[in-house]
């Protein structure tokens, strides 16, 4: 067996040079468990068929894992460069630094602005989707958001989603995959109704919400919470009783799904530990919610939103120390991270980043598990988790040899 770095001199190859490959010696890893002996046929940028290894011809693995694409569906920035630029230049270099973590589907997330300025990125992802696989939709995260919880978010753009503030974005939930909102606000019932009724994931989020406002939003339809302990209520005095907040009601309730950044920052190892308790492996959506600063020094500056951030020991913050200003990591970090600190099996680990996050956006017949029919979006990882590649639909897309146009013939064997 070759050893597992071997493997990032032998590269995989374009779908679009090839009719079919066939990727054999990996341990693959299922959604139940890691498998051995397995070779997965890609055709046409598709999972073929995963069958026992049969192939006299196959590119071989060197004995790394094989894992689904990783899928982020919170991504506001990487390398200085923000979703809110409206820019194909902009959504390449952000696409590109996060497949270098193994992310190959990903939600270009917004901030909070005004709703003709959100529009206008809509307007930019839809022209430019075609160019890129990578991008699966938008995430509109604000500005219907409580002001009693907006982290780094701007105060000013917040507002009510009442009908003339929403009406710019009705045209583009083409779109739209997903929207974080406060349920508590006025009219926000009547738009998660809305959005669901389009195929709209809603997720609640920067919200201050008390159990029963809550409630109301999941009885409509928001079937998530946004960054699970950030920027949401909890219990809290209500006279003399203690009352739920957003957080109590998402963990008590078994079809909401929970996002999580586990960067190590925004929330501590004995809380991802709570959540993992009260959500299992089917319950949890790793995130990056990495903003412009992912992938910059520490000490860089960057702008969210208008406002001043900065780099400092591995993750984002507003300039004067605030408040965190999302992540500066991508989602390999916080696979491992789980891995490491929580104690979640890899295969689990790995669901938390593929299949269940596909699942929330209505994308798990095509995204996040080793599966015929699905697109051919992989990542190999080397045994201390480090990604040595990322391919989608068939296409190589980063390597860590830094030579992804090597001839397929350097991964054969007979």
């Not at 203690?242 to 809380?271: M, N, Q, Y």
């Amino acid at each position: 067996m070759s050893s597992p770095q071997a493997f990032v001199h032998a590269l995989l190859p374009s779908a679009s040079r090839f009719n079919q490959m066939i990727l054999t010696n990996a341990r693959l890893i299922l959604p139940d468990g890691l498998r051995d002996g397995l070779e997965i046929v890609v055709a046409g940028g598709k999972i073929a068929e995963i069958r026992e290894r049969a192939a006299r011809e196959a590119l071989d693995l060197g004995g790394n894992y094989l894992a689904p694409g990783f899928v982020d569906l919170h991504v506001h920035g990487a390398l200085g460069r923000d979703t809110m630029e409206a820019s194909p230049d902009v959504f390449r270099a952000i696409c590109s630094h996060h497949a270098t973590g193994g992310t190959t589907s990903l939600l270009l997330t917004t901030v909070t602005a005004s709703c003709p300025k959100i529009a206008n990125v809509l307007q930019a992802v839809r022209e430019f989707g075609n160019q890129n696989n990578q991008i699966v939709g938008v995430h509109v995260e604000g500005p219907f958001i409580s002001r009693a919880r907006a982290g780094a978010q701007r105060a000013d753009f917040i507002c009510d989603p009442s009908p003339e503030e929403t009406a710019p974005l009705f045209p583009f939930m083409d779109v739209i995959r997903r929207v974080t909102l406060a349920p508590e606000l006025a009219g926000a019932l009547d738009f998660i109704e809305q959005l669901g009724e389009r195929g709209v994931s809603v997720s609640g989020g920067h919200s201050d919400a008390w159990d029963e406002e809550a409630r109301a939003g999941f009885e409509r339809g928001m079937r998530s919470v946004t960054h699970t302990f950030n920027c949401m209520s909890s219990m809290r005095r209500r006279g003399i009783e203690r009352v739920a907040g957003l957080l109590e009601v998402a963990l008590s309730e078994p079809t909401i799904s929970c996002e999580l950044i586990a960067d190590g920052h925004h929330v501590s190892p004995t809380l991802m530990k709570l959540l993992y308790r009260a959500k299992g492996r089917t319950g949890i959506c790793l995130v990056s919610d990495a903003t412009a600063g992912a992938g910059l020094p520490n000490g860089t500056r960057f702008e969210v939103g208008g406002r001043d951030c900065v780099t400092a020991e591995g993750v984002c913050r507003l300039a004067d120390g605030s408040a965190l200003a999302g992540s500066s990591s991508r989602m390999i970090d916080l696979v491992r991270m789980v891995v490491s600190s929580v104690g979640v099996p890899l295969h689990e680990a790995i669901r938390m980043a593929t299949m269940n996050p596909a699942a929330a956006i209505g994308l798990e017949k095509r995204k996040g598990a080793l599966i015929p029919g699905a697109d051919a979006d992989f990542v190999v990882l080397s045994p201390e988790l480090h990604v040595l590649q990322t391919y989608v639909a068939g296409e190589c897309v980063y390597s860590a040899s830094g030579d992804a146009r090597a001839t397929a013939q350097s991964g054969i064997r007979s």
